[in-house]
Every structure is written in structure tokens, then in C-alpha cells.
């Protein structure tokens, strides 16, 4: 449709804000803003600015050159990382499902994909 991304990210992120503003104050009630510290004021800004802002824009972008199919290829990877994660941080022992399940995740990715596999055909022919 060839619109910026960084406008379709802002559209986005602005109505879920104004979409969540009666909830919040329905649940949580009025908010005193001069409790929070300047730590916790820095953090909600880099969160806002970072894993928000900045998130947004780069999928937008990535949405635009790679296509859609391409970009929710990503999810799959999802499972993978948290297993891996879980493995090297928390200390979360990794067991042959886990190997399994990593192996049939790539798996799927590469037949999905096929690069892979035509240079494979090509090359064996």
C-alpha cells in the first residue's frame, strides 16, 4: 500500500494507547505520577522508546521488503529461543524432546523456505 512504516507503527501504537486508557483506569484506578522514581520514569521510557517504538518500525519495514509469509516465518523461532534461553540463563535443563522439537522446527523452516533444498535438487542434477 506503500505507506511509511513509521506512520502505520505510530497509528498503531497510538490507538492500542487511547484503546487502553478507560481499561487501565477501570482496573487500576487514578495513578499518582509523582510516586514512581526517576529509575522506573527512565525505565517505562526505554521500553516505550525501545522494545515498542523501535520494534514496531523495524517490522513495518521488514514487513514491506520481506512480505508477509517471510516475516511470520520469524514466529517459529520463538519456541526455539525461549528453550535456548531458558537452557543458558535460567539454568533449565535441555532434553532430547527439546533437541527433537529444535530439529523439526528447522526442518519445517527449510521446507518452507526451500532455498535450501532447489540448490540441493540443482546441484544433484
Known amino acids: 500500500m506503500s505507506i511509511n512504516p513509521i506512520v502505520v507503527a505510530a497509528g498503531q501504537v497510538t490507538a ?74 535460567l539454568g533449565e535443563t535441555l532434553g532430547l524432546i527439546h533437541l527433537i522439537g529444535i530439529a523439526l522446527i528447522a526442518l519445517g523452516l527449510s521446507a518452507i523456505d526451500g532455498r535450501l533444498w532447489r540448490r540441493r535438487l540443482a546441484a544433484g542434477a
Do not use: Q, R
Not at 22 to 35: H, I, K, N, R
Not at 40 to 66: D, M, R
Not at 73 to 80: F, S
Open 16 to 89: 492500542s494507547t487511547v484503546l487502553m486508557i478507560p481499561m487501565t483506569l477501570m482496573t487500576e484506578g487514578a495513578v499518582d505520577l509523582a510516586s514512581p522514581s526517576l529509575a522506573t520514569w527512565l525505565s517505562i521510557i526505554a521500553l516505550a522508546v525501545l522494545s515498542t517504538a523501535v520494534a514496531y518500525v523495524i517490522y513495518f519495514k521488514l514487513l514491506a521488503s520481506a512480505g508477509a509469509t517471510n516475516l511470520l516465518l520469524v514466529t517459529l523461532l520463538v519456541p526455539v529461543s525461549a528453550i535456548l534461553l531458558g537452557s543458558v540463563f
